[in-house]
């Protein structure tokens, strides 16, 4: 059996978060910025500690706020999926102090908006840039105790443009979401199909 997790990939534009999902799959980076306009669904497969999971990561246009309800996400085509997703991961460029107040709001509607115990739902919170840390506007420290401590969230900080901690952001969540049991067991097995497309990474 086959577990499926949908992680939905929220941020800011222009803060790395194709580029970090783009590495993390093909091991591929842009110095150019094409803004994601619609929604892209990427399926890769990975393994963790010897467990096979398959990732449904949605890579999500810039929204000006989390669908408050299921109707609102169903006519906005850009975030379909959003409110059921099985975790979240936040981005914020650590240069850029308002995509760190966009994440804030993010992470607040997500726990506000989303019912009962799903509002505890995996949510890692990641600091992308970090090759250009001599312009970043709070110490590593400060913003990672905020968010640990105050928020409840994980926090890791990446560099999509190097390949740093990138395969490690996702095993951080994967692993988070695995330990609370947050995942839907997929009643197809498609692990050859996914091999097949080398797109399996062992964490
Ligand atoms: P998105 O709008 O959040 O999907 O952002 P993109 O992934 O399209 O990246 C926006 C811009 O930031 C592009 O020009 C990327 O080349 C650049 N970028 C992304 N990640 C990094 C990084 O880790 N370091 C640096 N220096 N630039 C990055
Ligand atoms: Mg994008």
Wanted: net charge positive.
């Amino acid at each position: 059996m086959v577990e499926t997790l949908s992680i939905a990939v929220i941020g800011a534009p222009g803060v790395g978060k194709t580029s970090i999902i783009r590495q993390f799959i093909y091991n591929d980076f842009s110095e150019v910025h094409t803004p994601t306009r619609t929604r892209s669904v990427y399926r890769p497969s990975v393994i963790l500690n010897g467990n096979m999971y398959e990732l449904k990561v949605l890579d999500v246009p810039p929204l000006s706020a989390f669908p408050s309800s299921s109707s609102q996400e169903w006519l906005d085509l850009r975030c379909r999926g959003v409110r059921n997703a099985n975790a979240y991961i936040l981005v914020y460029d650590i240069c850029c102090v308002e995509s760190f107040e966009y994440v804030k709001m993010i992470r607040q509607q997500i726990v506000e908006h989303r019912e009962g115990s799903s509002s505890e739902v995996p949510i890692l919170v990641v600091g992308n840039k970090r090759d250009l840390q001599r312009q970043r506007f709070m110490p590593r420290r400060a913003v990672s105790v905020l968010v640990k401590k105050t928020w409840k969230c994980g926090y890791v900080e990446c560099s999509a443009k190097f390949n740093w901690h990138v395969v490690l952001l996702f095993k951080e969540l994967l692993g988070i979401a695995v330990a609370r049991g947050m995942r839907q067991n997929h009643t197809s097995i498609r692990l050859q199909g996914a091999l097949q497309r080398n797109r399996c990474t062992i964490m």
